[in-house]
């Protein structure tokens, strides 16, 4: 062990991702320097029926991601992530299994509809035989990658990754662990599920270029374009990091509860502003300190007001100057994944210097007065990024992410 | 360390109501959710706590409700029995109510229960095992005590939850780490404990 950094810095040292705009770091690095649109009509099942079609599914070489008939998708996607991971970062190689541990975010189970229809007969938990649990691909995963220090399956939604990622975070500066996979994986691009939130009213009904549909903080925003995708993320501390292995700094966590209704947030954001300030205060930093906040930013109309109610609360008297940045124009609402797959986005800001123009937002909505990157790419230091992002029920959470100078 | 343990047997009445201040939150309600809300109602009236504290909980694999899965599907075959994807949009989601997805997301329990107790801290819906629940509430939290809970819903309907208020002490001192175990069980240890 090398005696280099703080014992308490965790670090952020190897990155694998299955994402509607690409298949790999590289790829999405690319992506996301070319604004590559991942939103789309969905392909992965005949959705030319269905009363909204709008998704974005993970793609490879810029074509859909195509599976057997019957597959759960997010258990293929979080592979394809964690062999990525293992692959390019063999450095977990050195931990024995039982220091190892995988925290990871994930949505609804899997179920098989041909096989629920086809062979169930409505008895209770009849359904077992045609359904995958996600605690069980998490179990499946950590077995076969040789992770047996412990896992955690966190299921708090749209917060679930971050939730994942923060309790690695934490268990890794308080040195409980040397060493966490975590981030998150989900689909809910299958008949059932995709239909599920459609009945919630929470989908998009844009008319327009469906590589437009999800439009964070514009005036014509008309709802979520929910998704899929995968990311797996080695943290650790930086004492343990090779020499240049760290991509960023990990630098606070929080978590805050709303308690205001199921259905909405809170359009004062109270306790998303709270965990802001919990995690700056976790990282050691004054809100002086933030260089541009990458935000939620689901595309839906109450969603944005709270964001920027948020931003009020969080950065009084600053909050129209900072610069705001969400990637779900790109890629859409990753529910379980949405966090981990948008670090990548973080790892893009904080290595080029640049933020990039949030993708399908084109016309500012003056009830929003957020300096929203839009058009061309902004250039800046970039130093500390905080990182939003909120879960229906009404779960926040907070990330400070900063440059690793090791 | 305090714990609040429930059971209800299949087809039990659960008495969330007595502990909502607003009755219409019960509508969103599974059997779990309603369970988890008495044992909450029931711990904090046994340990009033700070609305700020740490909440933990791991939602069970479900193994009873269904909620409307079967009839959708049996609304949803086409003339060979198989799915089709023009009688599920045709007659098996209709049959499928809104408040159906507030049941089936897994963090909805924890959710429900912030709203019905006004909990605003720190917190984690975790999934099924027990050394997930234990791990967030050794490395999870910045300050102790801690809430940590958890519920199941069995195969004949018999629902079981509980939440306890505990120390960092309490948290190492159960014996699960790395169980497989559902989370239910650790709640179940701590009343056994009390």
């Given at each position: 062990?090398s005696?280099?950094?703080?014992?308490?810095?965790?670090?952020?040292?190897?990155?694998?991702?299955?994402?509607?705009?690409?298949?790999?770091?590289?790829?999405?690095?690319?992506?996301?320097?070319?604004?590559?649109?991942?939103?789309?009509?969905?392909?992965?099942?005949?959705?030319s029926?269905?009363?909204?079609?709008?998704?974005a599914e993970?793609?490879k070489?810029?074509?859909?991601?195509?599976?057997?008939?019957?597959?759960?998708?997010?258990?293929?996607?979080?592979?394809?992530a964690?062999?990525?991971?293992?692959?390019?970062?063999?450095?977990?190689?050195?931990?024995?299994?039982?220091d190892?541990?995988?925290f990871?975010?994930?949505?609804?189970?899997?179920?098989?509809?041909?096989?629920l229809?086809?062979?169930?007969?409505?008895?209770?938990?009849?359904?077992?035989?045609?359904?995958?649990?996600?605690?069980e691909?998490?179990?499946?995963?950590a077995?076969e990658?040789?992770?047996?220090?412990?896992?955690s399956?966190?299921?708090?939604?749209?917060?679930?990754?971050?939730?994942?990622?923060?309790?690695a975070?934490?268990m890794?500066?308080?040195?409980g662990g040397?060493?966490?996979?975590?981030?998150?994986?989900?689909?809910?691009?299958?008949?059932?599920?995709y239909?599920?939130?459609?009945?919630?009213?929470?989908?998009?009904?844009?008319?327009?270029?469906p590589?437009?549909?999800c439009?964070?903080f514009?005036?014509?925003?008309?709802?979520?374009?929910?998704?899929?995708g995968?990311?797996?993320?080695?943290?650790?501390?930086?004492d343990?990091a090779?020499?240049?292995?760290?991509?960023?700094?990990?630098?606070?966590?929080?978590?805050?509860?709303?308690a205001?209704?199921?259905?909405?947030?809170d359009?004062?954001?109270?306790?998303?502003?709270?965990?802001?300030v919990?995690?700056?205060?976790?990282?050691?930093?004054?809100?002086?300190?933030?260089?541009?906040?990458?935000?939620?930013?689901?595309?839906?109309?109450?969603?944005?007001?709270?964001?920027?109610?948020?931003?009020?609360?969080?950065f009084?008297?600053?909050?129209?100057d900072?610069?705001?940045?969400?990637?779900?124009?790109?890629?859409?609402?990753?529910?379980?994944?949405?966090?981990?797959?948008e670090?990548?986005?973080v790892?893009?800001?904080?290595?080029?210097?640049e933020?990039?123009?949030?993708?399908a937002?084109?016309?500012?909505d003056?009830?929003?007065?957020?300096?929203?990157?839009?058009?061309?790419?902004?250039?800046?230091?970039?130093?500390?990024?905080?990182?939003?992002?909120?879960?229906?029920?009404?779960q926040n959470?907070?990330m400070?992410?900063?440059?690793?100078?090791? | 360390?305090?714990?609040?343990?429930?059971?209800?047997?299949?087809?039990?009445?659960?008495?969330?109501?007595d502990?909502?201040?607003?009755?219409?939150?019960?509508?969103?309600?599974?059997?779990e959710?309603?369970s988890?809300?008495v044992?909450m109602?029931?711990?904090?009236?046994?340990?009033?706590?700070?609305?700020?504290?740490?909440?933990?909980?791991?939602?069970g694999?479900?193994k009873?409700?269904?909620f409307?899965?079967?009839?959708m599907?049996?609304?949803?075959?086409?003339?060979?029995?198989?799915f089709?994807?023009e009688?599920?949009?045709?007659r098996?989601?209709?049959?499928v109510?809104?408040?159906?997805?507030f049941?089936?997301?897994?963090?909805m329990?924890?959710?429900l229960?912030?709203?019905?107790?006004?909990?605003?801290?720190?917190?984690?819906a975790?999934?099924?095992?027990?050394?997930?629940?234990m791990?967030?509430?050794?490395?999870?939290?910045?300050?102790?005590?801690?809430?940590?809970?958890?519920?199941?819903?069995?195969?004949?309907?018999?629902?079981?939850?509980?939440?306890?208020?505990?120390?960092?002490?309490d948290?190492?001192?159960?014996?699960?780490?790395?169980?497989?175990?559902?989370?239910?069980?650790?709640i179940?240890?701590?009343?056994?404990?009390?």
């Amino acid at each position: 062990m090398s005696n280099r950094g703080s014992s308490s810095t965790v670090v952020i040292t190897g990155m694998g991702i299955a994402s509607p705009v690409g298949t790999g770091m590289d790829e999405v690095m690319s992506a996301i320097e070319l604004g590559t649109r991942g939103t789309g009509i969905i392909e992965g099942f005949d959705s030319s029926r269905y009363p909204a079609r709008l998704g974005a599914e993970v793609r490879k070489a810029g074509k859909v991601v195509r599976l057997n008939a019957g597959a759960d998708r997010k258990a293929e996607f979080i592979r394809m992530a964690m062999e990525e991971l293992f692959a390019r970062y063999p450095g977990i190689g050195k931990y024995a299994p039982g220091d190892r541990y995988m925290f990871m975010g994930t949505g609804i189970d899997y179920f098989d509809l041909n096989g629920l229809a086809g062979e169930w007969d409505g008895a209770p938990g009849g359904w077992e035989a045609h359904c995958r649990r996600s605690c069980e691909v998490v179990a499946g995963l950590a077995e076969e990658f040789g992770i047996s220090g412990g896992i955690s399956v966190n299921v708090s939604a749209c917060v679930a990754s971050a939730q994942s990622i923060g309790l690695a975070f934490r268990m890794l500066r308080s040195e409980g662990g040397r060493i966490a996979v975590t981030g998150g994986f989900d689909s809910m691009l299958n008949p059932l599920h995709y239909m599920g939130f459609y009945k919630l009213g929470a989908l998009a009904d844009w008319k327009g270029d469906p590589g437009g549909a999800c439009r964070s903080f514009d005036r014509k925003r008309s709802g979520l374009v929910i998704g899929e995708g995968a990311m797996a993320c080695m943290m650790q501390r930086l004492d343990e990091a090779g020499p240049g292995e760290a991509m960023m700094e990990l630098a606070g966590y929080a978590s805050t509860m709303d308690a205001y209704l199921v259905t909405d947030p809170d359009p004062e954001a109270r306790a998303l502003a709270e965990s802001a300030v919990l995690a700056m205060e976790d990282a050691g930093i004054s809100p002086a300190d933030v260089d541009c906040v990458h935000l939620h930013g689901t595309g839906t109309v109450k969603n944005a007001y709270a964001e920027s109610r948020a931003m009020e609360r969080i950065f009084p008297g600053r909050w129209k100057d900072i610069p705001v940045y969400s990637m779900k124009g790109q890629v859409g609402h990753l529910i379980g994944a949405c966090t981990a797959v948008e670090l990548s986005a973080v790892k893009y800001c904080l290595d080029r210097q640049e933020i990039p123009a949030v993708v399908a937002d084109d016309e500012p909505d003056p009830d929003i007065p957020l300096r929203v990157v839009r058009g061309t790419p902004l250039r800046m230091p970039i130093r500390t990024i905080l990182k939003l992002n909120a879960a229906f029920g009404g779960q926040n959470t907070a990330m400070i992410l900063r440059r690793s100078d090791a | 360390m305090i714990a609040a343990f429930d059971s209800f047997a299949p087809g039990e009445q659960i008495p969330a109501r007595d502990y909502l201040k607003d009755r219409k939150l019960e509508k969103y309600f599974s059997r779990e959710t309603a369970s988890a809300v008495v044992s909450m109602g029931r711990l904090r009236e046994r340990a009033p706590f700070d609305g700020r504290m740490p909440v933990y909980y791991a939602t069970g694999i479900g193994k009873f409700e269904d909620f409307n899965l079967a009839e959708m599907m049996g609304e949803s075959r086409g003339p060979d029995g198989r799915f089709s994807p023009e009688a599920f949009l045709s007659r098996g989601i209709i049959n499928v109510s809104p408040l159906t997805q507030f049941k089936i997301l897994s963090n909805m329990p924890l959710c429900l229960v912030s709203i019905a107790f006004g909990l605003r801290g720190d917190n984690a819906a975790v999934y099924s095992y027990a050394d997930g629940l234990m791990l967030q509430a050794l490395y999870g939290p910045n300050e102790y005590p801690v809430v940590v809970g958890a519920g199941k819903v069995y195969a004949d309907g018999r629902v079981e939850s509980g939440f306890a208020l505990v120390s960092r002490d309490d948290v190492e001192a159960a014996p699960f780490r790395g169980s497989r175990d559902e989370a239910i069980e650790i709640i179940r240890y701590w009343a056994g404990k009390q």
